[in-house]
């Protein structure tokens, strides 16, 4: 019997909590703004042809969990995250972990090599598509620009999910470059795009279902820390690790909302 994805996802984020809280590494704002997205993507949607690409690579520790929950890392491995000689980095890599296509970290990369994918398997008449998770901060990097110019233009199979939760590593996203509608922005560009609530499951693997073909969009309006709240909507949170008292504060928090 498959498993309903808010059970998935509760038992995930409280792995997510001790992942990180164990390490004494941050980041755990940004991962808990995507996670509902990489367990639908991995639990509902990727099937064998399709490619996934981590470009905000800062949110590793969700995709480890997410490749926890479906047994394809062990809790031995979760044990050595972040730690000397780990296959488990802070920014994944590509050494010894199944379903991590690149290594990533360094923002702005991560559409041009999910085009690449896309591209290639046009050329070998493989089936399938390339899905690839950014923040919205990665978009003041020209390079995403270029790409969305080359995806569209030769309407590559990929879908583009952004991850919008309005803050960066220094500050809103708006303060830091105004780039806060991108929606808009990417509709100039002759791109399908469809905004939805990147906590519901539901929702997001309806919309990644009705791409029937091409090059497409997801907007996935979040909340960094979502689910805990001295970490909700704050930027600190980029960066922060917890103590034991904000780790047991955030443990009882998201699972009395899950």
């Known amino acids: 019997m498959t ?4 059970e ?4 995930a984020k409280a792995r997510l909590l001790k992942l990180h809280y164990d390490a004494g590494v941050g980041h755990i704002g940004g991962n808990l ?3 509902d997205i990489l367990l639908t993507l991995h639990h509902r949607l990727l099937g064998s042809a399709d490619r996934f ?11 480890y969990i997410t490749l926890w929950t479906l047994d394809r890392i062990t809790d031995v491995e979760l044990l050595t995250f972040h730690k000397d000689n780990t296959l488990l980095s802070g920014h994944p890599a590509v050494r010894g972990v199944g379903g991590i296509e690149f290594a990533t970290g360094s923002l702005g990369h991560g559409l041009s090599l999910a085009c690449g994918l896309a591209l290639a398997k046009r050329y070998m008449n493989d089936q399938g598509r390339a899905y690839c998770l950014m923040s919205d901060g ?3 990097e020209g390079s995403n620009w270029e790409a969305v110019i080359f995806a569209q233009h030769h309407n590559l199979p ?7 939760n309005g803050l960066q590593g220094f500050g809103s996203i708006s303060d830091v470059a105004g ?5 808009s922005r990417f509709r100039a560009f002759g791109c399908s795009v469809v905004d939805i609530d990147g906590h519901d499951h539901i929702a997001f693997e309806r919309a990644c279902r009705n791409i029937s073909d091409g090059f497409a969009i997801i907007v ?3 909340k960094k820390g979502n689910g805990v709240s001295f970490m909700s909507g704050n930027m600190e949170w980029h960066y922060l690790p917890m103590t034991q008292a904000l780790y047991e504060q955030a443990l009882m928090e998201l699972e009395a909302a899950t």
Do not use: F, N, Y
């Open 220 to 222: 996935a309006h979040t």
């Open 33 to 35: 703004s995507c996670i």
């Open 179 to 183: 780039m806060d509608d991108l929606t």
């Open 8 to 11: 998935i996802a509760r038992t």
């Open 138 to 140: 990665e978009w003041q």
């Open 158 to 164: 990929v879908t583009v999910i952004v991850d919008a």
């Open 3 to 6: 498993r309903p994805m808010k």
């Open 53 to 63: 690409v981590l470009s905000k690579g800062h949110a590793a520790g969700a995709m």
